[in-house]
């Protein structure tokens, strides 16, 4: 059976015994992709990093100067390893964590940048349309001219939601191969911008919750 990524119970279950893991990439490696962004967007900015898990990005962004960070994941469990792998990087915690779904967003704060690194991809084995709840969540919740980074194994992972974000593949990141005749796989970083030219028409979906 394949694992059940987008029930908590696995997630809590993982978290038990895991206290650190970086899903497709390193923290590290991610922020490379996203520097030639990032430069351009002032510290103060506020940024919602969705599924945080026991990754360390929320390290990486706090360095990078970006203290206004929300992390969010629906078990708790993540957030109190979050809180400890800042505190151990920095001696405190300055990031805020919250029990959020990311499926049934209603923040009242207004974000500039969302990122999300594979949690698209766990929440996608969910029900069908989990990512576009995901996506209507974030669309309402980021400002005009605001990003959405996402970090995914697929290829065609946000088809659904170009009603809502205009989508673009700003890099295919080669996964290592075990073997030279291994075929190439990718990893696709996404930035999506949303769409407000027609508020009252394409995105009507997005203002109520689903
Ligand atoms: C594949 S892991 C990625 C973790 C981390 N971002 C990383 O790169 O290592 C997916 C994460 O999303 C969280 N998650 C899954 N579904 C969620 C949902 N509906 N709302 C909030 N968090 C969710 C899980 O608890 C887990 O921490």
Request: proline fraction near 5%; glycine fraction near 4%.
């Amino acid at each position: 059976m394949p694992a059940a990524f987008e029930k908590q119970s696995y997630w809590h279950d993982r978290f038990a015994s895991e206290t650190s893991f970086e899903w497709l990439t390193s923290s590290a490696a991610f922020m490379d992709v996203l520097t030639p962004y990032l430069q351009h967007i002032p510290n103060s900015a506020q940024i919602l990093h969705l599924g945080s898990g026991t990754s360390d990005l929320q390290n990486h962004l706090r360095r990078w100067g970006f203290l206004n960070v929300t992390n969010i994941d629906y078990e708790p469990l993540a957030l109190e390893r979050g809180q400890q792998l800042e505190s151990n990087q920095f001696g405190d915690v300055r990031t805020k964590y919250l029990v959020v779904d990311a499926t049934r967003l209603e923040l009242e704060e207004k974000f500039q940048v969302a990122i999300d690194k594979s949690t698209a991809d766990a929440i996608a084995c969910g029900e069908e349309d989990a990512v576009s709840s995901m996506a209507k969540g974030i669309w309402r919740c980021l400002d005009d001219d605001g990003f959405w980074f996402s970090l995914s194994y697929s290829a065609w992972r946000f088809e659904h939601v170009q009603d809502l974000f205009e989508v673009e593949v700003i890099s295919k990141v080669p996964t290592p191969r075990q073997k030279p005749t291994d075929p190439d796989i990718f990893h696709y970083c996404y930035l999506l911008r949303p769409r407000r030219q027609f508020p009252g028409q394409v995105c009507r979906g997005a203002q109520t919750s689903s």
